[in-house]
C-alpha cells in the first residue's frame, strides 16, 4: 500500500497528515486558514489521494508558516509513500481551465527538487491569504517530494481562479506522475 504519516513540529506550526495514493480523493482537511483548507480539498480531490489533514500554527504572526510547512509535509508524505519510485509514471502534465484562469503544470518526480513559475508579479490578497502563498506552499511540496515542478499562467486575472487552478493543475500532474506502470524505474540511472 503506498500510504504515508507525517507528523512535523516546529516552534512554529505543528502538522498532522496520512495520505494513500490509491485513494479515490476522499478528504479530512483541518486548518485555521479556510482558504488553505479548500485549496487542499481541491488538491485531493483531483489528485485521488486521500488526505486527512490536522494543522494548527502561528496565523496570529501571518499564514505564511502554516501554509509553507503544509506544502512541506504534503510533499514529505508522498515522497515517503512513492518509496523508490519503482514503477511510477515519473512524469504528469496539465493544462487546465477555470473561468478566465488558464494555468499549465508540468511535473517530474526526479529526485530534484525544483520549483519554476512565471507572473511572479502578481500580487494581491485572496479574502485574508496571500495570493503567493500559493508559490510558497508549491514550492515547499516540490522541495520535499523531490519534484522538478514548472507552473505557467496561460491567462487569468482573477487570483482566486489562478491560485485554485494552479492547485488543481498539479494534483492532476501529481496523479499521472504517481500512476502505476510495470516497467520499473524509468531511468537510465536506474534510480530516481
Not at 42 to 67: C, M, P, R, T
Not at 72 to 92: E, P, T
Not at 106 to 123: A, E, H, P, V
Not at 140 to 146: C, D, I, M, N, R
Request: with cysteine.
Amino acid at each position: 500500500m503506498r500510504k504515508a504519516h507525517i507528523f512535523r513540529q516546529t516552534k512554529e506550526t505543528a502538522i498532522d497528515m496520512e495520505i494513500d495514493l490509491d485513494g479515490s480523493g476522499v478528504y479530512q482537511i483541518e486548518t485555521p486558514v479556510g482558504f488553505l483548507n479548500h485549496m487542499m480539498e481541491s488538491f485531493s480531490k483531483h489528485s485521488f489521494i486521500d488526505i486527512k489533514l490536522k494543522a494548527e500554527g502561528d496565523i496570529d504572526v501571518s499564514y505564511h508558516h502554516l501554509v509553507e510547512d503544509v506544502g512541506i509535509v504534503l510533499g514529505q508524505a508522498i515522497s515517503k509513500a512513492l518509496g523508490d519510485k519503482s514503477g511510477i509514471n515519473r512524469y504528469g502534465f496539465a493544462i487546465l481551465p477555470m473561468d478566465e484562469a488558464l494555468v499549465l503544470c508540468s511535473l517530474d518526480f526526479s529526485g530534484r527538487g525544483l520549483f519554476f513559475y512565471d507572473r511572479k508579479d502578481l500580487r494581491g490578497k485572496i479574502t485574508e491569504f496571500d495570493f503567493e502563498l500559493i508559490w510558497e506552499f508549491i514550492k515547499g511540496f516540490a522541495l520535499e517530494s523531490k519534484a522538478t515542478v514548472h507552473i505557467k499562467i496561460l491567462d487569468g486575472h482573477i487570483l482566486h481562479h489562478i491560485a485554485e487552478c494552479s492547485i488543481k493543475s498539479l494534483a492532476f500532474s501529481v496523479r499521472q506522475a504517481v500512476a502505476k506502470q510495470d516497467k520499473g524505474i524509468l531511468s537510465t540511472k536506474g534510480l530516481l
